[in-house]
């Protein structure tokens, strides 16, 4: 049997449930400490990328895409770094060299566009959605669920309430 659209999947207690709404928000609604690296060198590997990174600031996670088959390098990456700040100061890094090439360096739509193209694990193209489609929480899924909880029509309101 399935849920209709009014019924809630229950949760142990409410604390639990509120800590998987805190969970589902940050994890798809996240403001920019996510970075796309493109124009990489082919010899550029995570740890050096991690390095090159490592002077704006604390790099939380960070990882070269490389093909499937052969290991080698697709040219771009992504890095993540643990606070705006040093995320702003990472994008300075745009346009600088890292072994040899003029490395770009953007934010990544971390927001789970999907689109079609080029690439799973991370996603192609600059996003973290997990390339050929799919990928991403929309943004009505949240709005309909927390509506069913109760409480304001705006959706920085309702938000505010759980984080």
Do not use: W
């Amino acid at each position: 049997s399935s849920l209709s659209s009014n019924q809630l999947v229950p949760f142990k207690s409410v604390e639990s449930g509120r800590i998987l709404i805190i969970f589902l928000h940050r994890l798809y609604n996240t403001v920019g400490d996510k970075l796309f690296i493109g124009s990489l060198s082919y010899n550029t590997n995570t740890d050096g990328l991690r390095n090159h990174f490592s002077q704006c600031g604390n790099v939380s996670d960070c990882i070269v895409m490389t093909e499937r088959d052969t290991g080698r390098s697709r040219g771009f990456g992504f890095v993540t770094m643990s606070s705006e700040e040093e995320t702003q100061k990472a994008l300075g890094l745009d346009n600088s060299d890292l072994d040899g090439r003029n490395i770009r360096v953007n934010p990544a739509n971390n927001k789970g566009r999907g689109g079609g193209g080029g690439g799973g694990g991370y996603g192609g193209g600059g996003g973290y959605g997990g390339g050929g489609g799919g990928g991403g929480c929309p943004s009505r899924f949240f709005s309909s669920f927390l509506a069913r909880l109760g409480g304001d029509a705006d959706r920085e309101s309702r938000s505010s309430k759980f984080v």
